[in-house]
């Protein structure tokens, strides 16, 4: 081969490698993984595929509401359903054909699912965060937690294998359906972010051992309802406004997460006077972001004590939730604690 032309491949896009795919990473990867049988790769490949197909639904989102908005019914003549219904139904029905989780638990079910399989992964999911954002093109996403069931293969499914606490996670995730689709995982060693690669139907792995920095300059807070804070968290607030820091909140967890876990920052959904237990949900949002966030070298708190410690008495229970740059995190902390030395808000805003 000619030289010039040779060098000029070299330094072309052909010659650069694509990278390695998520299912080539959790191959290589699979002796580390907690219980190294090859069922946990199996699941997060289910989970995986399922999230190409959400994707693909959000990504044809405004087509299908105006479909919708006809009142008229697809081509296979099913009614139109709503996308986090569909995405429901999506995640669910590649966990359940794969067979390697034994039950499931959703954001939008009342109740668990028990397969009544072989499985021995219990998820926990919230198939598509931030359902006020989907209908005006905003980023959102999918929340999933890995569960190992507590009681033997074979028997039902009882409460000990639904109601664990988020440190008994054996790995999670969120699916950021944005400007790119990204799948960002821990299984308990670090945290790896995956682009999905559309044309090639595929996530490659772009962001290798992610870390949030220490410090961080952003807050996410829903601050309209500022009025309804408990005075420690306005003071907080204030402190945040006194050092000039950047304010930006999408209403989208899993955007708003994702942002802060690249630039360094603050997410605070806390305790309001309509929701005195915070909106965010614990089995279904914060645990498996409580997760990642730890092992990214950040922290998550609801206020007083580490997300991951609380053990869950309802399904569906809700926490205060403060997760973020560790150094941001313990400085709000540290505001909560001060709380009974605060003027009354009404005097400061
Ligand atoms: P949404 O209600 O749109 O589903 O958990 C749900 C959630 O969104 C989060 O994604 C988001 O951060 C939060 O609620 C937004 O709540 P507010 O509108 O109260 O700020």
Do not use: W
Request: aromatic share 8%; proline share 4%.
């Amino acid at each position: 081969m000619n030289k010039a032309y040779a060098t000029s491949v070299e330094s072309s896009r052909i010659a650069h490698s694509i990278g390695t795919a998520l299912d080539r990473f959790i191959k290589i990867n699979q002796d580390q993984f907690p219980y190294a049988s090859g069922e946990l790769s199996q699941l997060l490949r289910d989970i995986a595929l399922a999230s190409k197909v959400v994707n693909r639904e959000v990504n044809k989102a405004g087509l299908i509401d105006i479909m919708g908005a006809a009142g008229s019914a697809n081509l296979t003549g099913d009614e139109q359903q709503k996308l986090d219904v569909l995405a429901n139904i999506r995640f669910s029905r590649a966990l359940t054909k794969g067979g390697e989780a034994c039950a499931i638990i959703s954001e939008e079910s009342e109740t668990f699912l028990d397969l009544k399989n072989q499985g021995k992964y219990v998820i926990a999911i919230d198939p598509l965060d931030g359902s006020s954002n989907i209908d005006v093109n905003v980023s959102i996403g999918t929340i999933f937690s890995v569960y190992r069931r507590k009681t033997p293969v074979g028997t039902p499914i009882s409460q000990e294998d639904i109601m664990q606490k988020g440190s008994e996670q054996v790995a999670a995730g969120y699916v950021l359906y944005g400007s790119s689709t990204m799948l960002v995982l821990t299984t308990g060693y670090g945290v790896h972010g995956f682009t999905y690669e559309a044309s090639l139907g595929e996530y490659f792995l772009s962001h290798p051992e992610m870390r949030i920095p220490d410090d961080g300059k952003i807050y996410s807070i829903n601050e309209g309802l500022c009025d309804t804070f408990e005075p420690s968290l306005r003071a907080y607030l204030r402190h945040c406004h006194s050092n000039e820091y950047t304010a930006r909140y999408v209403g989208s967890l899993v955007a708003d997460f994702h942002r802060n876990l690249l630039k360094g920052g603050i997410y605070i959904y806390p305790a309001t006077r309509k929701s005195p237990q915070g909106k965010l949900r614990l089995m279904f949002e914060c645990n498996a972001l409580a997760f990642l966030v730890e092992q990214a070298g950040g922290k998550a708190s609801d206020g007083h004590r580490r997300v991951l410690d609380i053990l869950p008495t309802e399904l569906h229970q809700r926490t205060p939730f403060f997760v973020g740059s560790r150094n941001m995190v313990e400085v709000a902390e540290a505001f909560i604690r001060e709380e009974a030395a605060e003027p009354l808000p009404s005097e400061n805003y």
